[in-house]
T-cell receptor, first 114, second 117 residues
Framework: AQSVAQPEDQVNVAEGNPLTVKCTYSVSGNPYLFWYVQYPNRGLQFLLKYITGDNLVKGSYGFEAEFNKSQTSFHLKKPSALVSDSALYFCAVRDIGGSYIPTFGRGTSLIVHP | NAGVTQTPKFRILKIGQSMTLQCTQDMNHNYMYWYRQDPGMGLKLIYYSVGAGITDKGEVPNGYNVSRSTTEDFPLRLELAAPSQTSVYFC????????????????FGQGTRLTVV
């Protein structure tokens, strides 16, 4: 079975400060990991993914994420937050050796204050 | 490139009514999915399809049905609507489920907000 946890329902950060949105996962084999963003009244948009290779993955809008196999984590980061980054963020996982279907976390609401 | 298109965007149903949520994608993706999103609960998989003619149940299939007669279309049918089906429904597709494939991210539609009263 595969699962993903986003331990924070909400993250608050001031504009210009670095931000981190946390994600941990559980799979029986090796993971494919994804981050998506959802703006109000919109569908989810793909941000970045880890398949293999470098543990630091760079994606859209200046976001990056670090894959840590020993801690089974894939935290989303950005060096300097913008008010426009305020949205709902979802982490997702697929087990390379198992189901092809992604499992999503519950989502973390990011609020960037001016 | 339209991507994944869902209709309608909003709908109000009375208890016991039926309806079909439409989903079509123009990316020739083999995998398609239906999720429902409830506040604070993330996305729950209702049904999925790995190709035309093949469908399977997800985590919360009760009260729903699907078909996949073509690669492009994956409609979701609600029979005998209940208040518990009030939710936002998302259709998504992805390019490959082949082991080792790298183009695996999902593309989502804009969602259908359904209220059952």
């Amino acid at each position: 079975a595969q699962s993903v946890a986003q331990p924070e329902d909400q993250v608050n950060v001031a504009e210009g400060n670095p931000l981190t949105v946390k994600c941990t996962y559980s799979v029986s084999g090796n993971p494919y990991l994804f981050w998506y963003v959802q703006y109000p009244n919109r569908g989810l948009q793909f941000l970045l993914k880890y398949i293999t290779g470098d543990n630091l993955v760079k994606g859209s809008y200046g976001f990056e994420a670090e894959f840590n196999k020993s801690q089974t984590s894939f935290h989303l980061k950005k060096p300097s937050a913008l008010v426009s980054d305020s949205a709902l963020y979802f982490c997702a996982v697929r087990d390379i050796g198992g189901s092809y279907i992604p499992t999503f976390g519950r989502g973390t609401s990011l609020i960037v204050h001016p | 490139n339209a991507g994944v298109t869902q209709t309608p965007k909003f709908r109000i149903l009375k208890i016991g009514q039926s309806m079909t949520l439409q989903c079509t994608q123009d990316m020739n993706h083999n995998y398609m999915y239906w999720y429902r999103q409830d506040p604070g609960m993330g996305l729950k998989l209702i049904y999925y399809s790995v190709g035309a003619g093949i469908t399977d149940k997800g985590e919360v299939p009760n009260g729903y049905n699907v078909s996949r007669s073509t690669t492009e279309d994956f409609p979701l049918r609600l029979e005998l609507a209940a208040p518990s089906q009030t939710s936002v429904y998302f259709c998504a597709s992805s390019e490959t489920g082949v082991r080792g494939g790298t183009d695996t991210e999902a593309f989502f539609g804009q969602g259908t907000r359904l209220t059952v009263v």
